[in-house]
């Protein structure tokens, strides 16, 4: 150990004048407080950006390929050459149309999707949220089954059994004109994903029946829906799948699907980084004002220190290692305290949120290394930026200057 991290350390223990002491306790304290804050907050906001991914790619899929024409003719064929693309693990056709559900009581819109029940359970974790039946219920041959939402039923007041009709805005000609396309369905399964918006507009039947109801030939689909091996390549595999199959075809990743969603929750968390490590800044002011007193009460030091041959290179540098050392142990406590009561409410679930107001019942918490190693440096780095006005004051007092008065 140098002499300068000896003194510094020196300077920092508890002596007559309390008040220093306070100052830096003071310090220290601030900046546990701006880290402690900002890796519990920052955890906060990743579990729920975690948890929201999960809901929407367990419904909807992490690629979709679409045609600008509607309708993809021959979907067979276009799944082959889809498996080929590197990144592809599961690939499932689908058909979606806009529907109005009528029960005995009344009547609402749904997006009506029709879904291959053995490779959509390969696809999306549709079959993890049906709470009531199953999905293999849709391929019961003696009656055409519907999933509903779970707000969708409660507002068609309806459950396991019931019937409803199935009307098609599209229609179809009859000698009295355009008449809309109406059929029964048995209501087979209900859906709880916990997003208000999924359980109170989807419906899901067998991709036949949507074939039928449409008027679709058996290899005519309106999109495709692929599962990959990595979740985080879907811009990629998407920006490859444009490039292969070309237009009119086009790829879009779960990202581009809801990126007003998630751009909203970036800049969100964005804004709560740098309203926090306003916490940090106001603690690295105090280090500046712990270190400008003690360099009033330490003239005396320096300038002995400076009468026996120390350079005024060497006082700064025992002033920023205070300063240094100050804003290390905070960040520390601060970033173990953010640690354990992150860590303690991601295994215990102490704080529980109401369900009829989130989507999810318990407070999600998503700790990444990253995360921690930004704030850490963060915090260190304005400890330093701290340290440099009072460590080079602190080298230009003048050894005659110092010892004059004493």
Same mark, same amino acid.
């Given at each position: ?18 008040? *220093? ?63 080929? *693309? ?144 990595? *979740? ?155 340290? *440099? ?18």
């Amino acid at each position: 150990m140098n002499f300068q991290t000896k003194v510094a350390l020196h300077y920092l223990k508890p002596k007559g004048n309390s008040f *220093i002491s306070l100052l830096s306790f003071i310090s220290i304290a601030g900046i546990a407080i701006g880290v402690m804050a900002l890796i519990v907050v920052i955890s906060v906001m990743n579990g729920f950006d975690h948890a929201l991914e999960e809901k929407i790619v367990g419904i909807e899929s992490q690629v979709v390929v679409l045609n600008y024409g509607g309708l993809i003719p021959d979907y067979k064929q276009i799944a082959k050459k889809i498996n080929k *693309i590197k990144g592809v693990k599961e690939v499932a056709p689908f058909i979606y149309t806009d529907v109005m559900l009528s029960s005995n009581t009344t009547s609402t819109g749904s997006v009506l999707r029709g879904v291959d029940t053995g490779s959509a359970s390969k696809t999306t974790n549709l079959g993890k949220y049906i709470i009531d039946g199953s999905l293999k219920s849709l391929n019961n041959k003696k009656y055409n089954g519907i999933i509903l939402g779970k707000v969708l039923a409660q507002r068609l007041g309806v459950d396991i059994g019931s019937k409803i009709s199935v009307i098609s805005p599209q229609g179809e000609i009859t000698p009295l004109g355009i008449m809309p396309k109406s059929e029964i369905f048995i209501v087979s399964g209900i859906m709880d994903s916990g997003m208000y918006n999924y359980d109170s507009t989807f419906s899901f039947i067998s991709l036949r029946s949507a074939q039928n109801f449409i008027g679709l030939s058996s290899n005519e689909v309106t999109g495709m829906e692929i599962k990959l091996y990595n *979740i985080n390549n879907a811009m990629t595999v998407a920006a490859n799948i444009d490039k292969n199959l070309h237009s009119p075809y086009y790829a879009l990743s779960w990202e581009q699907l809801n990126k007003n969603l998630f751009a909203a929750l970036k800049l969100e968390k964005l804004t709560m980084f740098v309203i926090l490590s306003l916490i940090v800044l106001v603690a690295a002011f105090n280090i500046i004002s712990t270190l400008i007193m003690v360099v009033m009460e330490k003239r005396k030091d320096i300038a002995i220190l400076k009468s026996i041959g120390a350079s005024s290179k060497n006082i700064m540098q025992i002033f920023i290692i205070q300063g240094v050392i100050i804003g290390l142990v905070g960040t520390f406590i601060g970033l173990s305290a953010g640690f354990i009561i992150s860590y303690i409410e991601e295994v215990y679930h102490i704080v529980k949120l109401p369900p009829s107001v989130y989507y999810i019942t318990n407070l999600p918490v998503r700790m990444t290394l990253n995360e921690f190693l930004i704030i850490g440096i963060s915090a260190l780095l304005l400890s330093f930026i701290a340290t *440099i006005y009072p460590s080079y004051k602190a080298s230009k007092i003048d050894p005659a200057e110092g010892v004059r008065y004493e």
